[in-house]
């Protein structure tokens, strides 16, 4: 009976951990969501009071498509919120002079089991903002940021900050998704593996079966 207790305290906590909010600067996305996105406050990359930089990657991806080029620089930062200790996923991306085509969605991955709020910031004056953003259901593991119509990033355009912020504390490689006609891929960040609060709820409930199974079976439990 204790051990059930037990277990289900773990399973709670384990829940309390996946539904805390990340830092509330913007827009909740859930997998399968498609939302407006909203300015952040400060730009996170030059304030260091608030927000501390734990790493950086630049570089630029090329790709061709029926007579389409695309041609994208990049960076992509990673930075931890000081007041909640999680990790925000910052991008930022120049469509080159040499493309022939516009840059129409940007995307990120892998996001799966994590939250994540979606927001920008406009470094520079004329830098193109994205409106909306979405996510993938049911993974949630792809997080879209949109520019549509005459909001595409046009050749020699750069878009303001995409930023996505997570309840994660540890972060891995990720890939950073560039379409149009073409879709170029990069290499950047996203958050760690499977949120530990995850595997911690999955090995509370395996308990909680188990002994359920040893009640059944009439093996004493203590």
Do not use: C
């Not at 930062?77 to 991008?91: A, I, S």
């Not at 900050?161 to 960040?189: H, M, P």
């Not at 079966?209 to 004493?220: D, P």
């Amino acid at each position: 009976m204790r051990m059930q207790s037990l277990l289900a305290i773990v399973a709670i906590a384990a829940l309390s951990i996946l539904t805390a909010s990340p830092a509330a600067y913007a827009t909740p996305l859930p997998p399968g969501g498609v939302v407006a996105t909203s300015p952040f406050p400060v730009n996170p990359l030059v304030t260091p009071a608030l927000f501390g930089i734990e790493a950086h990657t630049s570089g630029t991806v090329t790709g061709t498509n029926n007579g389409k080029t695309l041609d994208v620089s990049y960076d992509a930062w990673v930075v931890r919120d000081k007041t909640t200790g999680f990790l925000d996923f910052v991008y930022q991306f120049t469509n080159n002079t040499t493309s022939n085509t516009n840059v129409q969605h940007t995307s990120h991955s892998d996001f799966t089991g994590w939250l994540t709020d979606v927001s920008y910031f406009v470094d520079v004056a004329g830098h193109v903002i994205s409106p909306a953003a979405s996510r993938t259901f049911p993974s949630g593991d792809s997080v879209t940021f949109d520019y549509p119509g005459a909001g595409n990033v046009t050749s020699g355009q750069t878009s303001a900050l995409e930023i996505i912020e997570t309840n994660a504390t540890v972060f891995t490689s990720g890939t950073y998704t560039f379409q149009d006609g073409v879709t170029v891929n990069a290499v950047a960040y996203a958050p760690g593996p499977e949120p530990s609060s995850l595997i911690l709820l999955g090995s509370a409930f395996a308990g909680l079966g188990a002994a359920r199974w040893r009640r059944r079976a009439g093996v004493k439990t203590i």
